[in-house]
């Protein structure tokens, strides 16, 4: 997509619709500028067989310094590079005096998952170890030089987005790109990562009304990395929470994934190589169900392997930033307007902001910029910002009428063309019918069965081709209501689009309570001490200990989370099934002996019958 | 939605295995207590204390049995999950004595049917019908049916035109710059 200029006007809608974000209370980082970020950074290159080399110090490095060291070669990743890891002195003084204090997990993610995710998330602490990780205290470090950053004097300080406007199939979709200085999520708040630099958007889509008046019509946030349908919400959406016409948007804690809602949020890692696992298990669930038992089946999800769930808190009991607020936005385009050029960064810069820490799986290594992504190409938000959220599929409010209209013709024009064919074919079938009944005398066998087969050829596709027309009279009625319904001002449930959105977790999940919260806390590495009590000091009860200590278990989880019922029906069913096994075996000879008994009475009763009749 | 006639067996098996069980717990405490005529009393010296809870276990699991099958006949929904927890236990104890070396396999047979018989789709379908009817409440009017929850969960309360925690006017303490107060803290 070329680079559009922006006019005053596009400024404007930018700044009509800038959105409220609300964070929550404890967050160390705010939107801030990426060319401030870029001037205090330094420039790092990591080359696979050699050690990351410096290239421009810290204070040192502006636009024209950056596109001269980000030379092309291959298998080198560039990187900024602002924050270095505090000590341990550093890091506990900054968290007793840091605003950390003022939060409060409330039930922590543990307590609201089962037994297998607790013992799989020991495991996830400790790949940390092995995969690569950014180094402990660095968030800390981070923390400080932001503060630095924010105390210091000039025209960088404050909260900024970066702003971008773009036209896209009669949407204009503008785009607000935040910059943090670090994720720290993982270490401040629990989560999945943490990472130097952090790029967020909201995109508010806007297009022009009846009237020629632009009004918006959708939002679509970025939340981790996802895209597609669930991205946005109508504007009209009753759970929408606005200011005027400034959306509020609600910052995960650490992680500034961006929520439509207040609460708190279960993204899940899924556990590497799983999927075939949960594929299994689903496929003996589907055989159970068929035969009989169990509840039946429902689709499956978007998610099959087995995942650990962080909680993400986007509970906005913090600092609030946006029109009418304790802390304002400042604007940085990130496309040319008038006199004034984009920042060649944009365009051109496609390291990393902030430290590459080598992890395996990508997660704890800093992102991008806002226009590509590592493998240096453009990301879709970028190119595509309609239909990154899906939205390419849906016509601006304006144009659904005469959108639907162009459908209802296309609608037509198949019905006519479907009644065509359906009367030439009818006209076919009928004289092939005829030719077939003139010659039946006179036909061998084999033409007769290659004749029929003609017929019955053609008669099924006749059927398919009314079956589709049918179809295409549904639809045409379907259209028709759908007009008038769009023509008397209802355009339909403004959630129609969603399939597995993100939502905060539900209140009773909340309201857990403590115990369960000591319960989820302690559970783990109680159960792994019995355990190995059990194995040094009592072998001889070993698996009956194991077996009831892991009834006993399930049966608190099952409380904690008023599961009872399942558990019962769970352990019953496998008992029986294990219960069935050993009959199956210990009965295996006199089993099969009475199975061939059985076949063998039942032929000779066949048989005797057809003899008989 | 129909009794299957599958239950009102299973109620008359559970009151049935109540009764048995009832009557060896008694005769048990009978003879403890050595109320029974000289002939029948048993010695009970070589009862270990593993045993006693055995007896004790069977006695709970006698009630359990007894209150499980009237609740199967009377169409009780929670009669489901008790007569499971009753098979289960059963199930449990014949599967224990099998690890001991015992062979308790004819009675082994009954649980594992009552089971799968209670786990089939129809038979819980059933009892889920029960708990369904029991929940609502007579005389209440039915809610509105939200047709925009029912696509996308429930609803985050808010008001989606103004956010009074927002107005600049009013002070709350969540209202206070963060960032601020912790650049003064360091």
């Known amino acids: 997509m070329t680079m559009q200029h922006l006019t005053n006007n596009d400024l404007a809608l930018l700044r009509r619709f800038e959105p409220i974000l609300c964070f929550n209370r404890g967050e160390q980082f705010y939107p801030m500028s990426a060319d401030l970020y870029l001037r205090q950074a330094g420039l790092w290159r990591h080359r696979p067989d050699a050690d990351p080399a410096l290239l421009v110090p810290p204070g040192k490095l502006d636009d024209a310094t950056l596109m001269e060291r980000c030379e092309e070669i291959a298998g080198a990743v560039y990187y900024l590079r602002v924050a270095h890891a505090a000590s341990l002195a550093e890091v506990r003084a900054f968290r007793h005096s840091s605003t950390l204090r003022d939060f409060h997990t409330g039930p922590g993610r543990l307590v609201r998952v089962g037994l297998l995710p607790r013992f799989l998330d020991l495991f996830f602490s400790l790949s940390l170890l092995l995969r690569g990780n950014t180094p402990g205290g660095l968030a800390v470090g981070a923390a400080q030089r932001y503060q630095i950053f924010e105390q210091g004097s000039g025209s960088h300080r404050g909260t900024w987005y970066h702003g971008r406007v773009v036209r896209q199939h009669g949407y204009i979709a503008l785009q607000y790109y935040f910059f943090y200085a670090f994720n720290d999520w993982r270490s401040s708040f629990h989560g999945v990562n943490d990472h130097e630099g952090d790029w967020e958007m909201v995109t508010v889509y806007a297009a022009r009304d009846k009237f020629g008046q632009i009004q918006p019509c959708w939002m679509a946030c970025t939340a981790h990395l996802g895209e597609g349908d669930d991205l946005r919400r109508r504007w009209d959406d009753p759970g929408l929470e606005r200011l005027g016409e400034h959306p509020i948007v609600y910052v995960g804690a650490g992680s500034h994934a961006n929520y439509f809602f207040r609460g708190e949020y279960m993204p899940a890692v899924e556990v590497p190589f799983t999927q075939p696992l949960a594929r299994a298990w689903r496929e003996i669930r589907r055989l159970w169900a068929r035969l009989g038992q169990g509840d039946s089946l429902g689709p499956p999800k978007t998610q099959e392997g087995i995942h650990i769930p962080f909680v993400d808190y986007a509970r906005g009991d913090g600092l609030r930033v946006g029109p009418g607020q304790p802390q304002t936005w400042q604007v940085c385009l990130l496309q040319p307007i008038a006199e004034s050029p984009a920042p060649t960064w944009v365009d051109n810069y496609r390291g990393l902001w902030g430290l590459r820490s080598g992890d395996l799986l990508g997660g704890e290594d800093a992102p991008t910029g806002p226009r590509f992504d590592r493998s240096g190409g453009e990301r879709k938000r970028w190119y595509d910002p309609v239909g990154w959220s899906g939205l390419d599929k849906t016509p601006p409010p304006a144009a659904a009428i005469e959108t639907l209209e162009q459908q209802q013709q296309r609608l037509r024009e198949r019905r006519e063309e479907l009644t065509h064919t359906i009367d030439d074919l009818t006209a076919q079938l009928m004289g092939m019918e005829m030719g077939v009944a003139a010659q039946r005398a006179t036909f061998s066998r084999d033409e007769a069965v290659k004749a029929q087969r003609q017929l019955e050829n053609m008669e099924k596709e006749l059927m398919q081709l009314k079956a589709e027309r049918a179809d295409v009279d549904v639809a045409e009625e379907q259209c028709a209501a759908y007009a008038e319904r769009l023509a008397a001002g209802d355009p339909g449930d403004p959630r129609a689009h969603l399939h597995a959105p993100d939502l905060p977790v539900s209140a009773a999940d909340l309201r857990l309570g403590r115990l369960a919260a000591i319960w989820s806390a302690v559970s783990i590495g109680v159960l792994l001490l019995i355990l190995v009590v059990l194995v040094q000091f009592f072998p001889s009860i070993l698996i009956p200990g194991a077996a009831v200590l892991l009834g006993v278990y399930a049966f608190i989880e099952a409380l904690f989370h008023r599961t009872l019922d399942g558990l019962i029906r769970g352990v019953a069913v496998a008992l029986a099934l294990v219960a069935t096994v050993v009959l199956v075996i210990q009965f295996a000879l006199p089993l099969l002996l009475a199975l061939v008994v059985l076949v063998g009475i039942f032929i000779l009763v066949e048989n005797v019958r057809e003899l008989i009749t | ?186």
Request: glycine share 6%; hydrophobic share 45%; charged share 10%.
């Open chain 2, 1 to 186: 939605m129909k009794r299957p006639r599958g239950v009102i067996i299973i109620g008359c098996l559970l009151l049935l295995q109540g009764l048995v069980l009832s009557a060896v717990v008694a005769a048990i405490i009978l003879a403890f207590t050595r109320q029974l005529p000289p002939d029948l009393v048993i010695s009970l010296e070589g009862i270990s204390p593993l045993n006693w809870a055995s007896v004790g276990a069977n006695a709970v699991v006698a009630v359990l049995s007894l209150v499980g099958g009237v609740a199967l006949l009377l169409a009780r929904p929670w009669a489901w999950t008790l007569a499971l927890l009753v098979q289960g236990y059963s199930l449990a104890v014949d599967l224990w004595g099998v690890y001991q070396g015992r062979t308790p396999y004819l009675e082994m047979v009954i649980p594992i049917v009552i089971i799968f018989y209670l786990n089939t789709r129809s038979v819980s379908r059933y009892f889920e019908s029960l708990r369904h009817r029991t929940s609502v409440r007579p005389h209440t009017a039915p809610t509105a049916l939200n047709t925009q929850n029912a696509s996308a969960g429930p609803l985050v309360p808010g008001d989606n035109t103004l956010v009074p925690t927002l107005t600049p006017t009013r002070t709350q303490p969540d209202q206070q710059p963060v960032r601020h107060e912790s650049a003064q803290r360091s």
